[in-house]
């Protein structure tokens, strides 16, 4: 068990007034007992409670030869697996239960009386998976390094007559011969006028000259994940093109400047928001500005308009503004920051300025 983490999760259990709590998450029980397990249709659980008396519930079909320092409830596919867990369970008490716990789980529990009342405590989890320590802010690293690594090799791939999943489908090999296990999330490609459907998935469109070239990619090192987005144009671009590309990489910039412990995450989204629409575009700005990620490429916690939260050191999160003109073009800009004591790293280096592919 990570116990420095397990203790952070118990003060945060302590602030929503919980006792007790199940994570059935795979990612989080990973984060804090090491052990990742896709159990598919099983009962996978960590029971975590104030008195230390923490209990891990698996599938004898589970090998779990690096987990240490908790007791581990085995049982069968014969048996049920909530039932190994409910004695230990104090019935007396308000019982936290994370969002993915899957309801025929979560229901079979409730018919055994395990707890006076149910609660969603998911935030006891994600709140510290938020906020990453030193040896997940170095994966962190190591992932956006490769990504850059991978964007240059992805460039070179773009050539006249090449279809979208032409190149899509080669980006995982790329990826592997650079050290990572693989995508983080399916490559989005776009071409031209599908660069402005916001996830379009590469097809069988051909490359030619004046298109945009999108390139949303990910991949995953040391189980923690990676995402960029860079936009090319082939052959020549426009001044149109060009002013959409200056106006999307001015507001990128801007609100990468403006993050530093303290701001609100509202206050950043506005930062871009403000340059798309000064320069006639923003309603074609058409999503968030950023989002969480870390062990999932897409974790608890954005970066929009509506965002209550304020930037606190070692949260990891994207800045990606677009303009998208139907049928037209697509531009957006990416990289992961990482919020540090006294301001900003910015994880990606590949360069931003505008590149016309000959």
């Not at 006792?19 to 159990?39: F, K, W």
């Not at 030619?208 to 990910?218: Q, R, Y």
Request: charged content about 25%.
């Amino acid at each position: 068990m990570k116990t420095e983490r397990v203790a952070r999760v118990l003060a945060e259990m302590k602030k929503m007034g919980l006792s007790q709590m199940i994570i059935t998450d795979p990612t989080s029980i990973s984060y804090l007992a090491v052990h990742y397990e896709n159990p598919i249709e099983r009962f996978w659980a960590l029971y975590l409670r104030e008195d230390g008396q923490h209990k891990l519930v698996a599938n004898r079909l589970f090998t779990l030869n690096d987990v240490s320092d908790v007791d581990i409830l085995w049982y069968t596919d014969s048996e049920d697996g909530t039932a190994v867990l409910n004695p230990y369970i104090d019935h007396s008490a308000v019982l936290g239960i994370d969002k993915v716990m899957s309801a025929k789980f979560l229901i079979r529990l409730m018919e055994q009386g395990v707890a006076a009342k149910y609660v969603n405590g998911s935030d006891c989890v994600d709140n510290i998976r938020s906020r990453k320590d030193a040896e997940e802010q170095e994966k962190m690293r190591e992932a956006s390094r490769i990504n850059d690594a991978a964007m240059a090799k992805f460039k070179e791939l773009v050539h006249e007559g090449m279809t979208e999943l032409q190149i899509a489908d080669q980006m995982e090999a790329i990826y592997k011969s650079l050290g990572a296990e693989g995508y983080s999330f399916d490559p989005l490609v776009g071409f031209g006028g599908n660069a402005a459907n916001g996830h379009h998935e590469p097809d069988a469109t051909v490359l030619k000259k004046g298109d945009c070239v999108l390139f949303d990619v990910g991949c995953k090192k040391d189980g923690y994940c990676s995402d960029m987005t860079r936009t090319f144009f082939f052959g020549e671009v426009s001044e149109e093109h060009r002013k959409v590309y200056e106006t999307v990489l001015r507001a990128q910039e801007a609100a990468e400047r403006a993050i530093h412990p303290g701001v609100k995450l509202s206050e950043i989204d506005r930062v871009a928001r403000s340059i798309i629409e000064e320069a006639g575009y923003g309603p074609y700005f058409t999503h968030r500005l950023g989002h969480f990620i870390g062990a999932e490429v897409h974790e608890k916690g954005d970066v929009s308009e509506a965002s209550e939260i304020i930037a606190q050191p070692g949260m990891t999160f994207s800045i990606e503004p677009g303009i998208y003109l139907p049928g037209d073009v697509g531009v957006r800009i990416e990289d992961l920051v990482l919020v540090t004591e006294n301001g900003v790293e910015i994880l990606n280096h590949y360069p931003k300025t505008l590149q016309v592919i000959e």
